[in-house]
């Protein structure tokens, strides 16, 4: 089956060479030139445009860094909707929003072209090794027909519901990192400060009822031995956690606390770079235990 990867960036390149790694016949194009050299180096067939990579493909995998890109690439002029022949399939994997997604499919099911919205959760190694979850918004048979493709890219598969189900997951799943992220560096500073190692408090906190993937994996992995190299930017979240402000303002709901998690991500602009890893929020709850500052106190 041949295949292509539209966005080329750390994540769209790790599942172009997961693909390829199994017997996939694989195509990419990003518009960076840096980033279509190093997919050829690894093996992948680029295109020098979009329509050039339409012509090679029966499926297209999208990975764009947000809702609008998504768009202007499908409905916008020379994009699929424009260049791609019928019974084409579109995955989408960026975490966009529902009306975006529905508002493409629609559009591009009048040409014979079917789109899902499949955004994924795993960063940029759960794309280099297939070990992504991809939450799915599809209709039950593209799903089925896709599925060769989802299990070669991922890990888990959850299929939510029809197009669009799969970044309203995506987007309460990014709500609760953001909020786990806080919490968690709340708990661990509590402790700290009344004593207890923040290893020792993790150890307790991931054998009982207040663990989650931020105290399991992202504190010892990325945090307390301040790596914060994960691959996911601060933008990236306060990006995410804003479509989470927009859903809710669109449905008329009272979420005192997500608007309180989110303002956090926000106002956190003042200290933390929307370029730096997305862990380092931490740094805002307790800057002294999660920095080198400590560290060098203590020397």
Avoid at 227 to 238: A, K, N, P, Q, V
């Amino acid at each position: 089956m041949k295949v292509g990867i539209l966005g080329l960036g750390n994540m769209g390149a790790g599942m172009a060479s997961t693909l390829l790694k199994k017997s996939f016949d694989v195509y990419g194009f990003d518009l960076n030139p840096a980033a279509r050299h190093k997919a050829t180096e690894n093996g992948i067939k680029t295109t020098q445009n979009l329509s050039e990579l339409l012509s090679q493909i029966e499926v297209l995998i999208l990975s764009l860094p947000k809702a609008e890109h998504v768009e202007a690439v499908c409905l916008g002029e020379n994009g699929v909707l424009t260049h791609a022949i019928s019974d084409l399939i579109v995955i989408d994997t960026t975490t966009s929003t529902p009306e975006t997604s529905r508002k493409v499919a629609q559009a591009l099911q009048q040409k014979g072209i079917q789109f899902i919205d499949a955004p994924v959760s795993g960063g940029p190694i759960g794309a280099a090794t297939g070990t992504m979850t991809m939450v799915v918004g599809a209709d039950e048979t593209v799903f089925q027909q896709v599925q060769p493709i989802l299990q070669a890219m991922s890990k888990t598969q959850v299929h939510v519901g029809d197009v669009g189900s799969g970044n309203v997951v995506k987007i309460a799943n990014n709500l609760l990192a953001a909020a786990h992220l806080i919490t968690t560096a709340e708990a661990v500073s509590l402790a700290h400060h009344a004593g207890v190692s923040p290893e020792k408090l993790l150890e307790g906190i991931n054998a009982g009822s207040g663990r989650s993937a931020v105290s399991e994996v992202s504190f010892p992995k990325w945090i307390l031995n301040q790596r914060y190299d994960s691959g996911f930017t601060m933008g990236l979240m306060r990006k995410d956690v804003g479509l989470a402000q927009s859903l809710a303002d669109q449905l008329d709901l009272n979420l005192p606390l997500s608007q309180q998690i989110i303002q956090m991500w926000q106002d956190s602009k003042q200290l933390i770079a929307d370029s730096e890893d997305f862990n380092c929020i931490v740094k805002q709850t307790d800057a002294a235990l999660f920095s080198h500052q400590e560290n060098e106190n203590d020397q």
